[in-house]
Nanobody
């Protein structure tokens, strides 16, 4: 049983940066693989990044490689997503997810999901 709450979204100008957080409660996340997805209006949910429970394995969407960093602090029970060089097309609701199966968090089949945090990138 894990509850996930995203935060850190907001308005940012193109070229700016945001650091999103996903705070977990109910259970510690140290045994869960985690990921970030995003969904823009009228578009399908899109994979952003994933990280294994150890933090050793990371995966990023091809379109975001070089502009995004995923990290975790298991002691704080928190997952992070650093977004840099933001573009208007990055505008979306960003969701974090957790599962004990790595393939599940990469494939968007995670058991636990947060409510999302809005990221809006302006010109």
């Amino acid at each position: 049983q894990v509850q996930l709450v995203e935060s850190g979204g907001g308005l940012v100008q193109a070229g700016g940066s945001l650091r999103l957080s996903c705070a977990a409660s109910g259970r510690t996340i140290n045994s869960y693989h985690m990921s970030w997805f995003r969904q823009a209006p009228g578009k399908e949910r899109q994979f952003v990044a994933a990280i294994s429970w150890t933090g050793v394995t990371k995966r990023f969407a091809d379109s975001l490689t070089g502009r995004v960093t995923i990290s975790r602090d298991n002691a704080k029970n928190t997952l992070y997503l650093q977004l840099n060089s933001l573009k208007p097309e990055d505008t979306a609701v960003y969701y974090c997810a957790a599962d004990r199966d790595y393939d599940a968090v990469v494939g968007g089949r995670a058991w636990y999901w947060g409510q999302g945090t809005q990221v809006t990138v302006t010109l």
